[in-house]
């Protein structure tokens, strides 16, 4: 890209999370304004009285606010770490979850629902087997001490299968009053339970995974061109990638553990980023990453407006994602892949 045009994209990707951000507070059935946001804010920061009411203040401060913020965080997670799988497998239909994590933190979740019915451990139990879902894939994938690319996708592939096989079993043994229902709902993706302890939560996890995605996104180039060119280039190919797979997962896991499986951001998104910036991975990383929390917050806003009750946020993202990817391999015709 030309130093104007990275200016120009420089800025659009600063610019639109922002706008989205305090766009999705606004909008509402009880509308508030701009002004109202930013009173509120100072009222949480520094304690004195904006002169709002009660019922403003708490809608910004405690709901939409902390709602919007997590929305950001799990969009620009999902979409780093597509981004990145996408650049590590050279795959282009490779998502965020390509090694399990969503699998094995979808039966976490479902594990704590059936034995604890407890929200405070389900995303705990989530975010474990999310994690743990990734380490059995690696270990399912190497051979002779090492992991080709193919086969860590088939030890995913394999995890993937076992951990919803398992999520099928504890639907199966659920109580069908409280706790299929429960399960179901976590697994269909919502940012409708959204609480500043989960926020923090899943903060770091996902903080430390989009950083250490970002430091890494030199090497991510190298390591899309194949193993044996990132060793004649002295790359050590294996710890690059355990590093690679270990920040995505982090990134992953933290946002699966608190928004439940919403999917195909980790797959569109990259492929929109790639047709405004390149196949750079040094501008893909941070242009998915901003346009994952675009994505992501708009989606939600559409969940909690367009009708009388909420939708699930994975049935948004499916509904949207499906159609514009046939439309990217239509626009595109593979060019980018």
């Not at 090694?99 to 094995?104: E, I, K």
């Not at 629902?113 to 690696?138: D, E, H, M, Q, R």
């Not at 090497?219 to 044996?228: A, C, F, K």
């Not at 499916?318 to 990217?328: H, N, Q």
């Amino acid at each position: 890209m030309s130093p104007r045009k990275k200016t120009i994209v420089t800025l659009i990707l600063i610019i639109l999370p922002i706008l989205f951000f305090f766009g999705t507070i606004c909008v509402g059935r009880y509308y508030v304004s701009l002004t109202d946001i930013f009173r509120s804010i100072w009222q949480g920061i520094t304690g004195q009285n904006s002169g709002l009411s009660q019922e403003t203040t708490a809608v910004i401060l405690q709901i939409r606010l902390p709602r919007a913020f997590l929305g950001a965080m799990v969009g620009a997670a999902l979409a780093a770490s597509g981004a990145a799988f996408q650049g590590l497998f050279r795959n282009p239909l490779v998502s965020s979850g390509i090694l399990g994590v969503s699998a094995g933190a979808g039966f976490g979740a479902a594990l704590a629902i059936v034995l604890f019915n407890n929200i405070f451990l389900t995303p705990l139990f989530a975010f474990f087997f999310g994690v743990l879902a990734v380490v059995l894939s690696y270990f399912a994938g190497r051979i002779d001490n090492t992991s080709p690319t193919i086969t860590l996708v088939l030890g995913g592939t394999i995890i993937q299968s076992i951990f919803s096989a398992l999520i099928s079993l504890l639907k199966y043994m659920a109580d069908t009053a409280t706790q299929l229902p429960a399960v179901t709902f976590w697994l269909m993706g919502s940012l409708a339970s959204t609480k500043t302890s989960a926020v923090f939560l899943s903060f770091i996890p996902m903080v430390i995974g989009m950083i250490g995605l970002v430091v890494m996104r030199y090497r991510l180039n190298v390591l899309s061109m194949g193993d044996r060119e990132a060793k004649t280039l002295g790359i050590n190919v294996m710890a690059n990638k355990w590093f690679v797979i270990s920040f995505a997962t982090l990134a992953t896991a933290g946002a699966v553990c608190v928004s439940g499986i919403v999917g195909w951001i980790g797959l569109i998104i990259p492929h929109i980023a790639r047709m405004l910036v390149g196949n750079d991975n040094k501008w893909v990383i941070p242009a998915s990453m901003s346009l994952g929390a675009c994505f992501v917050i708009f989606c939600d806003t559409l969940c909690r407006t367009i009708t009388g009750g909420e939708i699930p946020l994975g049935i948004i993202t499916a509904l949207i994602g499906g159609p514009f990817f046939i439309y990217l391999l239509k626009k595109t015709k593979g060019r980018n892949w």
